[in-house]
């Protein structure tokens, strides 16, 4: 079945710019999202982007795709600390019932 | 704004007890989810429901069974609770057309001793 795939933990400096990256296995698919979950909340959806874009830039955040290497990225500009979460990437499979499958989530720490 | 509702935050069942864990969403949603999330594992789909009364697996939907009587109710059942069933629990509600994101409630942590 489909992976994917992110780091688990990403440490940065408040002000600093994060990256938060993700991969996956199957190259169909039609939206591929980002979402924040804070501490003992739900998801929330950040952003989202068509696989056929390669950047989507919203504020502070900017989505890249790279097709071809099957990897997904959410830049995240002057992090604060309210940005402290996890981040989960999905991705919609083409043909399928609004079935997303996430990844294992990235814990971002941001420190003073 | 999208609401999705689940009844409780925290809940605590002993091992072979009948769990339910309700949902509800406001905004006329086709689609429902339900995923257990824990640490290391990210989300996994358990069952979703893209219609009244129709129901599908999802990829852990053993020991879980799920009922949708009504369109904004999506309801999780625990047939017969066990401690590897201790876990957050997350529901979702998503459109059939268009962008699709799904919509999140707060989480339901379920606790079995």
């Known amino acids: 079945g489909e992976d994917v795939e992110q780091s688990l933990f990403l440490s940065v400096r408040e002000g600093d710019s994060s990256v938060i990256n993700c991969t996956y296995t199957d190259s169909s698919s039609t939206y591929l999202y980002w979402y924040k979950q804070e501490p003992g909340a739900g998801l929330q959806l950040l952003t989202y982007?068509?696989?056929?874009?390669d950047m989507k830039q919203d504020q502070r955040l900017t989505v890249l795709l790279n097709k071809k290497d099957k990897h997904l990225s959410l830049r995240i500009a002057d992090t604060q600390t309210g940005d402290s979460a996890i981040y989960f990437c999905?991705?919609?499979?083409?043909?399928?019932?609004?079935?997303?499958?996430f990844g294992t989530g990235t814990r971002l720490q941001v420190t003073l | 704004d999208v609401k999705v509702t689940q009844s409780s935050r925290y809940l605590v069942k002993r091992t072979g007890e009948k769990v339910f864990l309700e949902c509800v969403q406001d905004?006329?949603?086709?689609?429902m989810f339900w995923y257990r999330q824990d640490p290391g594992l990210g989300l996994r789909l358990i069952y979703f429901s893209y219609d009244v009364k129709m129901k599908e697996k999802g990829d852990i939907p053993e020991g879980y069974s799920v009922s949708r009587e009504k369109k904004e109710r999506f309801s999780l059942i625990l047939e017969s609770a066990s401690t590897n069933q201790t876990s957050m629990y997350l529901c979702a509600s998503s459109t059939q057309t268009g962008v699709q994101p799904q919509h999140f409630g707060d989480g339901t942590r379920l606790s079995i001793l």
């Open positions: 905004m006329d949603h086709e689609n």
């Open positions: 999905a991705k919609k499979e083409a043909g399928t019932a609004s079935k997303l499958t």
């Open positions: 982007i068509f696989s056929n874009m």
